[in-house]
């Protein structure tokens, strides 16, 4: 099914790398405008350029932004819908993994920092996003939590407890559209690990294979998994094949949280 976003204008945060870059190019390969923020501005120009090669000039749009900083969102929020002709949909994608240690050796700066990126973002982004998806419905607010969000460790306090957060902010952003008769829906993607610059630490660690063969024994399915399996989940939360989705949390675990 081709073109299963087309004319759709989406934000993405985090877009230089990962998971927020893998969404980007499956939603400009559907159809769909979008517009590339990150703290990584010299990464969205080039994400940008190479999307509007591949799929024509105005496909993308590159924008610096600290997710931690209200006033860039409402000026970055603003650009964006000025460059596309609207905002139909929000992806709060950015966010960071946090330091290691039990809860009596984690700093408190790691804490607020690590609660910030991935809470505050998130918070800030549907705040001053709505009134523009509101003007382009049905809209579409997608999420990017973690299976850490439901399930704990000892040693990732900060992660835990930001994710999780975004899980039941993700529903309660969902019922607050409803409530205010919106067409906008909020949902949560939540991933184990995949192949993105997130496990690089652990890499350096073990080695390349060896760490992604440690992690791998955790998932039932055997594997790591791929950006796009997180970016095709987000394509159907964007397109209007998910328009009686909202306030879920869709699980791309391999199948960790089963068990």
Same mark, same amino acid.
């Given at each position: 099914? &081709? ?42 120009? &080039? ?27 409402? &000026? ?5 819908? &000025? ?177």
């Amino acid at each position: 099914m &081709a073109g299963r976003v087309a004319g759709k204008k989406i934000f993405v945060t985090g877009a230089a790398q990962g998971l927020g870059a893998a969404i980007a190019r499956v939603v400009a390969a559907e159809g769909a405008k979008v517009a590339l923020a990150d703290i990584n501005q010299g990464g969205v120009e &080039a994400l940008a350029r190479d999307l509007n090669t591949q799929h024509g000039a105005g496909a993308a749009f590159a924008y610096a932004l600290d997710v931690t900083r209200e006033e860039q969102w409402i &000026a970055t929020l603003e650009a964006a819908n &000025a460059a596309m002709g609207g905002i139909s949909g929000l992806v709060n994608n950015a966010g960071v993994a946090g330091g290691k240690g039990g809860v009596e050796e984690m700093e408190l700066e790691t804490f607020r920092k690590v609660m910030s990126v991935n809470v505050d973002s998130v918070f800030l982004g549907a705040k001053h996003a709505i009134k523009y998806l509101a003007q382009n419905q049905p809209g579409s607010i997608v999420n990017i939590s973690s299976i850490a969000g439901l399930i704990a460790s000892w040693n990732t306090p900060a992660y835990n407890a930001s994710k999780a957060a975004v899980w039941l902010l993700s529903k309660n952003i969902a019922l607050y559209c409803a409530k205010k008769g919106l067409d906008v829906r909020s949902n949560s993607i939540h991933p184990t690990f995949i192949d993105t610059p997130i496990l690089d630490p652990l890499r350096g660690m073990f080695g390349k294979d060896e760490a992604e063969a440690k992690l791998a024994r955790q998932v039932p399915l055997g594997r790591i998994g791929k950006p796009d399996d997180i970016a095709l989940a987000g394509l159907y939360l964007l397109s209007d094949e998910s328009r009686f989705v909202t306030g879920a949390e869709l699980k791309v675990d391999g199948g960790i949280s089963a068990m």
